[in-house]
């Protein structure tokens, strides 16, 4: 079964233009979850997508947006970009069915680098 | 507030010793608490999770970690380090205060992660 895919891999912007990233879960999956990876804030949770619906949605300002497709694609959305939103975004999926006990499967990430 | 911690921001272990990890965590509820490993360049890879049950949890690659609920501690150990251990290792905790919809798979605190690295 294929994993997490989260394409492009790498991405070059600059300051004020706005980005899409796309993320793939396992087949079956139904809960995708977005996360920022800083070497300074570390890994920090922008938001998680059921169905379709925006569920949870970690403490970012509102240019970090996102979406659920009815396959549970996700796309995240950033827009007026910034130098210290400079990081790598990672997406992870999980069934969906069984609470917080469940496991998260991570994709291989989206670096992003804003000049 | 659910937080989890780590230490030690590097650990150094020969090649062959048992090397060990720690993490402790803080939570209003039952504890979700789970390991992943990071390679360089690579997204997160999971290791090993504590729900309920045995307080020695097995996981991938050897990998164990021993629940400890007096200390709120769970800390990811193995017998015997390889130098292809040597990697970032994050702990994380399920966040209860994002429950809802009574099945709410919220969200993932981590620790700072912690370097390990394994000399032959």
């Known amino acids: 079964k294929a994993g997490v895919t989260q394409t492009p891999r790498y991405l070059i912007k600059t300051r004020g233009q706005q980005v899409t990233l796309s993320c793939s879960p396992i087949?079956?999956?139904?809960?995708v979850s977005w996360y920022q990876q800083t070497p300074g804030q570390g890994l920090q949770f922008l938001f998680e997508?059921?169905?379709?619906?925006?569920?949870n949605k970690g403490n970012f300002p509102g240019r970090f947006s996102g979406r659920q497709f009815s396959n549970s694609r996700s796309e995240m959305n950033v827009s007026t970009l910034e130098l210290g939103d400079s990081a790598l975004y990672l997406c992870?999926?999980?069934?969906?069915?069984?609470?917080?006990?469940?496991?998260?499967?991570f994709g291989p990430g989206t670096r992003l680098l804003v000049l | 507030a659910q937080s989890v911690a780590q230490p030690e921001d590097q650990v150094n272990v020969a090649e062959g010793n048992p090397l060990t990890v720690k993490c402790t965590y803080s939570?209003?509820?039952?504890?979700?608490l789970f390991w992943y490993v990071q390679y360089p360049n690579r997204g997160l890879q999971f290791l090993l999770k504590?729900?309920?049950?045995?307080?020695l949890v097995k996981g991938s690659y050897g990998f164990e970690a021993e629940f400890n609920k007096s200390q709120t501690s769970f800390h990811l150990k193995k017998p015997s380090a390889l130098v292809s251990d040597s990697a970032l290792y994050f702990c994380a905790v399920r966040d209860w205060g994002r429950m809802n919809y009574g099945g709410s798979q919220g969200n993932l605190i981590f620790g700072k992660g912690t370097k390990l690295s394994v000399k032959p």
């Open positions: 939570v209003s509820g039952n504890p979700y």
């Open positions: 504590y729900i309920t049950g045995d307080n």
């Open positions: 992870a999926s999980s069934l969906a069915g069984g609470g917080l006990q469940e496991t998260q499967y």
């Open positions: 997508y059921f169905s379709e619906t925006q569920r």
């Open positions: 087949s079956g999956h139904r809960s």
